[in-house]
């Protein structure tokens, strides 16, 4: 039951990269690709289960960390065009 | 007792599969960037929980249910935040949310340029 898991995380990871490579908006991009690194970490999972290796759930939770970290780092990048502190007067219009 | 355990866990990655399938499929159909976000909490929320809780009743050791419970919970946290920050960004950006208020359901239908895609109702 962990191989046919698997084979749907991976139709469904295609399924998400499909509407990150067709996106109209960069949001769209963005989107996708969080709901793909969130299945990266399911499927990650189910693969340690698969081959009996529970050392894989180290990477997925590390994984999970990382795509939170990287969607928000992007929304920020897309917001401000820079990745640092605020600069005087960049909150007001939000 | 063995038993009961794998059709519990069965079910649960079954049902699980199936949400996040549906989610999956609602990020590739639905019209605009705020209505795919409602796919990507589906995958988030019962597709992810209930894929780890089918895992958590397989596992043999405590520290693996641990884990598997640690990764649910912050996927729970995060999950909501992300999503908090991409709809003020792309709202902040000037992306407009689909409303077809005010007209009827085949109305909307008919004059959305979505190119098959399903209509806000």
Redesign the interface.
């Known amino acids: 039951?962990?191989v046919?898991?698997s084979l749907?995380?991976i139709?469904?990871m295609a399924?998400?990269l499909?509407?990150a490579f067709k996106?109209p908006?960069v949001?769209?991009r963005?989107?996708?690709v969080?709901?793909f690194g969130?299945?990266t970490?399911?499927l990650i999972?189910?693969f340690g289960?698969l081959t009996a290796r529970?050392e894989f759930?180290?990477i997925?939770?590390v994984y999970?960390?990382i795509?939170?970290i990287g969607?928000?780092a992007v929304?920020?990048y897309?917001?401000f065009a820079h990745l640092g502190g605020p600069l005087p007067g960049e909150w007001e219009?939000? | 007792m063995a038993l009961a355990l794998d059709i519990a866990s069965w079910a649960c990655l079954v049902i699980g599969t199936v949400f996040a399938l549906i989610g999956a499929v609602g990020i590739v159909r639905l019209p605009d960037v705020y209505s795919r976000m409602h796919g990507a909490g589906m995958i988030d929320t019962l597709g992810a929980a209930l894929i780890l809780l089918g895992l958590i009743l397989q596992s043999e050791h405590w520290l693996v249910a641990a884990k598997l419970v640690l990764i649910g919970v912050f996927l729970f946290f995060t999950s909501p935040t992300t999503t908090f920050a991409l709809a003020r960004a792309a709202l902040n950006a000037g992306v407009k949310p689909l409303i077809t208020a005010g007209k009827a359901r085949g109305a909307a239908a008919s004059d959305s340029t979505e190119g098959g895609g399903p209509s806000s109702s």
């Open positions: 039951m962990f046919e898991a749907a995380l139709l469904m399924l998400t499909w509407r996106g908006t949001y769209d963005i989107l996708a969080n709901s969130t299945l970490v399911l999972a189910v289960f529970p759930l180290d997925a939770l999970a960390l795509n939170f969607t928000i929304c920020k897309v917001t219009d939000i």
